[in-house]
């Protein structure tokens, strides 16, 4: 559970700088009291009352050094120069010691944070992404990186140096009259109090506002993704109804339970605020009436006494901000809290690649495997199955029978619940995760494309290969067919998710990227399922030419894909029920028999 202090920790590499600019800017405001204060001065010199004792003695020291008499001239020169130093020589200083720090302090964090989520993001465990949409993760990370930016150049360059402003003006009126000193404090003390005991309140409605508007965002996210399936079944009606029913319940919540509690809570606070300023005025009035303070100390105190209460507006303004912000700063420090993946240790923020290298033959041994994603749903059971170097597997069954799920755990999505996986005779567990990945290559039905170049997206695996490469994988995988159709070939933008490619165009993109990272096991993935059948032949063709270059896993339904396989294994729910060549298992006739004869039939064409 993320708390206030991990929203400080965000700026701790910036500490002494944080320390340095607070200090100064303190007080600078600090500083700028001076200039009430002298003109209160300059009231008494103009109406022939004594300045203070501190004006007294610089007078007296200005007269020592120049030779000019203690008159009201070099009195009302003394004071000049005083305001004249306060504010004309420090208005240049300010912004360098104030904006300049405070920004550069609020953007450096941003970059180190935005660093730490990349990071997180890419460290995270596979299921994660299975309950959270990339909608909902990325509007989590921006708002919290954007109010965390824009919060700490409020809180560290205003309202702290305004505490300190209001402090040094209750010291000021406390060597003119120490009860009004004390009301001040009090009164001030109280307002605080009572403001930011109301914004607590406020700010755990925000956070049920934050968790709201996060829903709302996902759901916008999937509408995008899914923009094909919301046309295709004519849904825009009822997803526009559905978004603006959660809309209008946001607007209820923004309106009437937080915005309508702010508005009430700045009407109490200013009621408060100018009962407090004409409590001051009257009481500042009658001790200058009754001979206790002079004219120019009622106009001092008066003054600063207004600019502190002044202060409490922007003061309550900015706490109303921090409240609006914090629980989407402090949802942002919850994912950064998540617990990462097996990859953390292979991924540093530097984007510095500390993955062993590795280098395998390609043999790879199931042994005794079993995996179930809850207790009383088995997935995998007793799985033994060895697959030879350079050997070309397929595996095939129903859906459900754990095909997809062997290959997971092959990539070490997950572990297996019993048995392990040896790769040239070592335990998966025991190698660094991601130098052996980066050893395997996978084909999925859908292949993963993103808002790029055709080249970009070639070599995005791999982004050391020479165009020779590029070009001998293209021509294995038959892109090279595709690229003549394209108006730039290899630089043709082929937009977000591969848009702009069919799906055969897509599948061997798919291929020849994997070729180009050159791994020592290649996996196809339901590769074919879902194509004509120019494009399942173009595939299957590649799929031949590679076979006995290296150890190759296909996953299939179509069963015309795996015919040339070495080795065909048959699942069944989650059990190997039949391994043999195409047509030993046709012989046998069995469940690769049935399904072979289901698919051969003309219904099934």
Not at 570 to 589: C, P
């Given at each position: 559970?993320?708390?206030?202090?991990?929203?400080?920790?965000?700026?701790?590499?910036?500490?002494?700088?944080?320390?340095?600019?607070?200090?100064?800017?303190?007080?600078?405001?600090?500083?700028?009291?001076?200039?009430?204060?002298?003109?209160?001065?300059?009231?008494?010199?103009?109406?022939?009352?004594?300045?203070?004792?501190?004006?007294?003695?610089?007078?007296?020291?200005?007269?020592?050094?120049?030779?000019?008499?203690?008159?009201?001239?070099?009195?009302?020169?003394?004071?000049?120069?005083?305001?004249?130093?306060?504010s004309v020589v420090r208005a240049p200083i300010q912004p360098w010691i104030g904006a300049w720090f405070h920004w550069g302090i609020a953007l450096r964090a941003r970059r180190d944070g935005a660093q730490k989520a990349l990071a997180k993001i890419l460290t995270l465990p596979l299921e994660f992404y299975d309950e959270n949409n990339p909608g909902r993760i990325a509007g989590r990370v921006?708002?919290?990186?954007?109010?965390?930016?824009?919060?700490?150049?409020?809180?560290?360059?205003?309202?702290?140096?305004?505490?300190?402003?209001?402090?040094?003006?209750?010291?000021?009126?406390?060597?003119?009259?120490?009860?009004?000193?004390?009301?001040?404090?009090?009164?001030?003390?109280?307002?605080?109090?009572?403001?930011?005991?109301?914004?607590?309140?406020?700010?755990?409605?925000?956070?049920?506002?934050?968790?709201?508007?996060?829903?709302?965002?996902?759901?916008?996210?999937?509408?995008?993704?899914?923009?094909?399936?919301?046309?295709?079944?004519?849904?825009?009606?009822?997803?526009?109804?559905?978004?603006?029913?959660?809309?209008?319940?946001?607007?209820?919540?923004?309106?009437?339970?937080?915005?309508?509690?702010?508005?009430?809570?700045?009407?109490?606070?200013?009621?408060?605020?100018?009962?407090?300023?004409?409590?001051?005025?009257?009481?500042?009035?009658?001790?200058?009436?009754?001979?206790?303070?002079?004219?120019?100390?009622?106009?001092?105190?008066?003054?600063?006494?207004?600019?502190?209460?002044?202060?409490?507006?922007?003061?309550?303004?900015?706490?109303?901000?921090?409240?609006?912000?914090?629980?989407?700063?402090?949802?942002?420090?919850?994912?950064?809290?998540?617990?990462?993946?097996?990859?953390?240790?292979?991924?540093?923020?530097?984007?510095?690649?500390?993955?062993?290298?590795?280098?395998?033959?390609?043999?790879?041994?199931?042994?005794?495997?079993?995996?179930?994603?809850?207790?009383?749903?088995?997935?995998?059971?007793?799985?033994?199955?060895?697959?030879?170097?350079?050997?070309?597997?397929?595996?095939?069954?129903?859906?459900?029978?754990?095909?997809?799920?062997?290959?997971?755990?092959?990539?070490?999505?997950?572990?297996?619940?019993?048995?392990?996986?040896?790769?040239?005779?070592?335990?998966?567990?025991?190698?660094?995760?991601?130098?052996?990945?980066?050893?395997?290559?996978?084909?999925?039905?859908?292949?993963?494309?993103?808002?790029?170049?055709?080249?970009?997206?070639?070599?995005?695996?791999?982004?050391?290969?020479?165009?020779?490469?590029?070009?001998?994988?293209?021509?294995?995988?038959?892109?090279?067919?595709?690229?003549?159709?394209?108006?730039?070939?290899?630089?043709?933008?082929?937009?977000?998710?591969?848009?702009?490619?069919?799906?055969?165009?897509?599948?061997?993109?798919?291929?020849?990227?994997?070729?180009?990272?050159?791994?020592?096991?290649?996996?196809?993935?339901?590769?074919?399922?879902?194509?004509?059948?120019?494009?399942?032949?173009?595939?299957?063709?590649?799929?031949?030419?590679?076979?006995?270059?290296?150890?190759?896993?296909?996953?299939?339904?179509?069963?015309?894909?795996v015919r040339e396989a070495d080795k065909i294994v048959v699942l069944d729910q989650g059990r190997i029920a039949e391994v043999g060549s195409h047509q030993e298992l046709l012989e046998k006739h069995g469940i690769y028999h049935r399904l072979h004869s289901l698919q051969e039939s003309p219904s099934f064409i």
């Amino acid at each position: 559970m993320a708390k206030m202090q991990d929203i400080w920790n965000f700026f701790r590499l910036y500490r002494s700088a944080s320390i340095f600019s607070i200090t100064a800017t303190s007080i600078f405001e600090v500083i700028d009291l001076a200039v009430p204060y002298t003109i209160g001065q300059i009231l008494n010199v103009l109406s022939e009352q004594p300045p203070d004792r501190l004006i007294k003695n610089m007078i007296a020291t200005a007269s020592g050094i120049t030779g000019i008499p203690e008159e009201k001239p070099l009195m009302l020169g003394v004071l000049l120069s005083i305001i004249f130093v306060v504010s004309v020589v420090r208005a240049p200083i300010q912004p360098w010691i104030g904006a300049w720090f405070h920004w550069g302090i609020a953007l450096r964090a941003r970059r180190d944070g935005a660093q730490k989520a990349l990071a997180k993001i890419l460290t995270l465990p596979l299921e994660f992404y299975d309950e959270n949409n990339p909608g909902r993760i990325a509007g989590r990370v921006a708002r919290g990186l954007a109010n965390l930016t824009w919060t700490y150049p409020e809180i560290a360059g205003q309202m702290i140096p305004k505490l300190f402003r209001i402090l040094g003006i209750f010291v000021m009126i406390l060597l003119v009259d120490w009860r009004i000193a004390i009301f001040f404090i009090i009164s001030f003390l109280f307002i605080l109090n009572f403001s930011f005991r109301n914004l607590k309140r406020l700010i755990d409605k925000e956070e049920l506002l934050d968790k709201h508007q996060e829903n709302t965002e996902s759901r916008t996210s999937e509408i995008i993704t899914n923009i094909k399936t919301v046309k295709a079944f004519a849904s825009e009606a009822a997803e526009m109804k559905r978004l603006n029913n959660r809309l209008n319940r946001e607007l209820k919540v923004v309106l009437y339970d937080v915005h309508l509690g702010y508005v009430r809570l700045g009407t109490q606070q200013r009621t408060i605020v100018q009962s407090c300023v004409f409590t001051v005025l009257v009481w500042t009035l009658i001790a200058t009436v009754q001979g206790q303070i002079s004219i120019g100390h009622f106009v001092t105190v008066l003054t600063i006494s207004g600019m502190a209460y002044s202060e409490l507006e922007p003061i309550s303004t900015l706490g109303e901000v921090f409240a609006r912000r914090y629980a989407s700063m402090l949802r942002f420090q919850e994912f950064m809290h998540l617990p990462v993946g097996r990859e953390s240790d292979s991924i540093s923020i530097a984007g510095i690649d500390r993955s062993k290298p590795y280098k395998f033959t390609g043999k790879v041994e199931f042994s005794n495997v079993s995996f179930r994603y809850n207790p009383q749903n088995p997935v995998l059971q007793d799985i033994q199955l060895l697959i030879e170097p350079y050997q070309t597997v397929a595996l095939v069954g129903r859906s459900g029978s754990g095909k997809s799920t062997l290959v997971k755990l092959l990539f070490r999505y997950f572990e297996p619940n019993q048995g392990c996986i040896l790769i040239d005779g070592e335990n998966i567990r025991d190698l660094n995760i991601s130098g052996y990945r980066k050893r395997l290559a996978i084909v999925h039905q859908e292949v993963d494309v993103f808002n790029g170049s055709l080249y970009e997206n070639l070599i995005y695996g791999n982004d050391k290969a020479t165009f020779e490469q590029v070009e001998a994988a293209c021509r294995i995988a038959k892109v090279d067919e595709v690229i003549r159709l394209l108006p730039q070939g290899y630089n043709t933008l082929i937009g977000e998710r591969g848009v702009r490619l069919s799906g055969g165009q897509r599948q061997r993109l798919g291929i020849a990227r994997a070729l180009l990272v050159e791994p020592d096991v290649l996996i196809f993935d339901e590769a074919t399922s879902s194509l004509d059948y120019e494009s399942e032949r173009a595939i299957q063709l590649a799929m031949q030419e590679l076979q006995g270059t290296r150890t190759m896993i296909i996953i299939a339904h179509r069963l015309s894909t795996v015919r040339e396989a070495d080795k065909i294994v048959v699942l069944d729910q989650g059990r190997i029920a039949e391994v043999g060549s195409h047509q030993e298992l046709l012989e046998k006739h069995g469940i690769y028999h049935r399904l072979h004869s289901l698919q051969e039939s003309p219904s099934f064409i």
